[in-house]
C-alpha cells in the first residue's frame, strides 16, 4: 500500500471519528487501520491523531496535514476523471441516507430508472426520518426535507415540498369545515412532531401571519400514519402533498383554509463539504433534479 493509501486511510479514521468506525466502513480489520496510521505517522515522524480508548482526536499538525490531504486526494480524483473516457458506464457504489416516506414513495421509483440506465452502478440506502451524521457513518449523499442547519454540507435543491391542511370528507361533514385559522381551535388535529414545535404559521393572501397553537389529538413522526388517521376522520392534518397527493386526488382528502399558506420549504441533495463528489454521484443529483424539477409530478396531479 502507497501514500496515497495511506493518506486515504487517515482521511478515513478522521472522518468516521475513529479507528474501528473507519476499519467497518473500509471493511477491514481494525488492526490493519490502525497499522497503517502508525506507519503514516512514523514515515512522517509526528503524531497526527490522538488515540484514547473512547475517541480520536487530531493534534495541530494532523489537522493541517488532513487539510491538505483533502485537497491532494480531490486533486487526484479529479485528473482520473478528466483523463477519463467520458463515455465509460458509471460503476461503484453511492451511500444514500433518505426520510422514509419520501423514499419509499417517489425515490423507489428515480433509483429503480437510474439504475437501469447504469447497470454497473450500486446504491445502499439508509430509508430513517433521522438526521444523521453524513461524514462519521460513510454516507456520500443525502437527501433532506426542510431547513438546512449544518454549515459543514454542500447543498442543491431538487425540488420543492408544499404542504395543505387537508382532512376526510366526513370528518367535514360531523365537525364542519373551518373558515378562518382561529377556528382550527375547536377542530381535532393531527400533529407531527419531530422538531419538538407544536405550531402552525398561516399566511393569508395579503401576506398577513397567523399562529396556531396546535393541541393534537394524535401525534406521530411520520406523516403516512397521520394521512391515514385523517382519512380515517380523526381530524386535520398539516400533509406535505407528496404523502397526501393521491389522497387529494381520490377525494379521500380536501384541503381546508385554501386560501390561507403554510410555510414551503425544499428538498435537498446534501453531501459533505469535505468530500470529492465523484462523477457518480454528480450523476445521479443531475438525475434526480431533473426528474423530480421545480413543479414535481405529485402536484400536477393536485392540480388535474
Request: charged letters at 25%; proline letters at 3%.
Amino acid at each position: 500500500m502507497g501514500q496515497l493509501e495511506d493518506i486515504n486511510v487517515f482521511i478515513r479514521v478522521v472522518e468516521a471519528g475513529g479507528i474501528t468506525r473507519a476499519a467497518e466502513q473500509m471493511g477491514a480489520a481494525k488492526s490493519a487501520i490502525s497499522r497503517r496510521l502508525l506507519d503514516l505517522e512514523t514515515r512522517l515522524g509526528v503524531r497526527l491523531i490522538n488515540r484514547t480508548t473512547r475517541k480520536s482526536s487530531l493534534t495541530e499538525a494532523g489537522q493541517a496535514y488532513y487539510e491538505r490531504a483533502i485537497k491532494i486526494r480531490d486533486d487526484v480524483i479529479e485528473l482520473n476523471t478528466l483523463t477519463s473516457d467520458s463515455n465509460i458506464a458509471l460503476s461503484g457504489s453511492i451511500n444514500l441516507a433518505a426520510p422514509l416516506s419520501f423514499g419509499l414513495y417517489h425515490l423507489s421509483k428515480a433509483i429503480d430508472i437510474f439504475i437501469k440506465q447504469n447497470h454497473e452502478l450500486s446504491i445502499n440506502v439508509n430509508f430513517s426520518d433521522r438526521r444523521i451524521d453524513l461524514i462519521e457513518e460513510g454516507v456520500d449523499l443525502a437527501f433532506r426535507i426542510g431547513n438546512l442547519q449544518d454549515s459543514n454540507l454542500m447543498a442543491r435543491k431538487i425540488s420543492p415540498i408544499k404542504l395543505n391542511l387537508c382532512a376526510s370528507p366526513e370528518y367535514l361533514k360531523q365537525f364542519g369545515t373551518p373558515k378562518k385559522p382561529d377556528d382550527l381551535k375547536n377542530h381535532r388535529l393531527l400533529h407531527y412532531n419531530v422538531s419538538g414545535k407544536s405550531q402552525w404559521k398561516l399566511t393569508d393572501k395579503k401576506g398577513k401571519l397567523y399562529i396556531v397553537n396546535v393541541s393534537a389529538g394524535i401525534i406521530a413522526n411520520n406523516g403516512d400514519f397521520l394521512k391515514d388517521m385523517a382519512i380515517a376522520g380523526h381530524g386535520i392534518v398539516a400533509s406535505p402533498t407528496f404523502i397526501s397527493w393521491k389522497a387529494l386526488a381520490t377525494g379521500d382528502l380536501v384541503t381546508v383554509l385554501s386560501d390561507f399558506n403554510l410555510p414551503s420549504t425544499n428538498a435537498y441533495a446534501v453531501y459533505p463539504h469535505t468530500r470529492y463528489l465523484s462523477q457518480r454521484t454528480r450523476v445521479f443529483i443531475d438525475f434526480l433534479s431533473e426528474y423530480f424539477g421545480d413543479n414535481p409530478y405529485w402536484d400536477q396531479s393536485i392540480g388535474r
